[in-house]
């Protein structure tokens, strides 16, 4: 048997012969076209259904991928939206945060100008109990501030408490609505005495109790406490609060009632220590060192 002989054929050569042929068909095209048209014609019915569903398929296929193209784009504007809502609520936050500050520092300002003959040091709460009152908390001031022991704490529009215990750089107050503070205190518009007790589950009512007020006092609600000068740690006319519900003891021997704190005990943050402590009451007469020359 005769082995068949392969034809192999260069690619430069089956592209010269391709183009041979596509341009003898163009030119018979041109020539003959009257001739053709059938075949045209019958070549286009069969042709044209076949291009309108290329196209058709073409045009899903462009769509759909305009809609992924669309639906990534919008995903990826999403992202950045939300970012940026993100940043924006942030900056918020610490926008809003900087208005309560400077809120307060304004109202310190105001009790600084309140009580202005009084030396003052500014101090941040950093620490306080475990409840939601601030009872007993702690400031980030010290002796190396110039605090002392039994100094006393302002806020708001009034009378907070007093250092109890005083560091390098913090100090520990008890404010006034705690169960073992006790301050003296007056009314402003008769001078009658008493005595502000705190009470932490009074406190949940927003007041505190008055008591060891004279039976004959002439005092109505709404009256005004500020520390008295019988105060052995509290300098005299700082505001305690307003004083609300008198009556008189079971005993008839003196007045009860109860005091609207002049601060919000449940909201603190920063305070004003003054500087000046309560002179203390000489009970020994001074020494005259004259005699002794």
């Known amino acids: 048997m005769r082995r068949r002989t392969k034809i192999r054929l260069n690619p430069k050569h089956g592209l010269l012969i391709g183009l041979i042929v596509c341009i003898f068909l163009i030119a018979i095209s041109f020539r003959f076209g009257k001739y053709l048209y059938p075949v045209r014609n019958a070549v286009g019915s069969a042709i044209t259904p076949m291009q309108k569903g290329i196209n058709i398929i073409g045009t899903h296929i462009s769509d759909g991928l305009d809609t992924l193209r669309s639906m990534k784009e919008l995903t990826e504007e999403n992202m950045r939206l939300k970012e940026q809502v993100n940043i924006l609520s942030y900056e918020n936050k610490l926008l809003l945060q900087n208005k309560y500050e400077l809120d307060e520092l304004r109202e310190l300002y105001k009790l600084d100008q309140k009580?202005?003959?009084?030396?003052?040091?500014?101090?941040?709460?950093?620490?306080?109990?475990?409840?939601?009152?601030?009872?007993?908390?702690?400031?980030?001031?010290?002796?190396?501030?110039?605090?002392a022991v039994d100094m006393n704490v302002i806020a708001g529009n009034g009378l907070v408490g007093i250092i109890t215990e005083?560091?390098?750089?913090?100090s520990k107050v008890r404010a006034i609505i705690d169960d073992k503070s006790a301050v003296w205190g007056m009314f402003l518009k008769t001078s009658d005495t008493c005595v502000v007790q705190g009470d932490l589950k009074?406190?949940?009512?927003?007041?505190?109790r008055v008591e060891f007020i004279s039976k004959d006092a002439k005092i109505e609600d709404g009256y005004e406490v500020v520390t008295a000068h019988t105060s052995p740690k509290f300098l005299q006319g700082i505001l305690i609060g307003h004083?609300?519900?008198?009556?008189?003891?079971?005993?008839?021997?003196?007045?009860?009632?109860?005091?609207?704190?002049?601060?919000?005990?449940?909201?603190?943050?920063?305070?004003?220590?003054?500087?000046e402590?309560?002179?203390?009451?000489?009970?020994?007469?001074?020494v005259d060192e004259s005699i002794n020359e």
């Open 277 to 286: 402590l309560k002179e203390p009451l000489i009970t020994e007469p001074p």
């Open 115 to 147: 009580y202005i003959d009084y030396p003052k040091v500014a101090a941040r709460i950093i620490d306080k109990d475990t409840n939601n009152w601030y009872n007993i908390f702690t400031i980030d001031k010290g002796t190396r501030d110039g605090l």
């Open 202 to 208: 009074l406190i949940e009512e927003g007041k505190i």
């Open 166 to 170: 005083c560091y390098y750089n913090h």
């Open 243 to 275: 004083v609300s519900d008198i009556e008189l003891d079971p005993g008839n021997m003196t007045k009860n009632a109860y005091l609207t704190p002049a601060v919000d005990f449940e909201r603190l943050s920063e305070v004003l220590i003054i500087t």
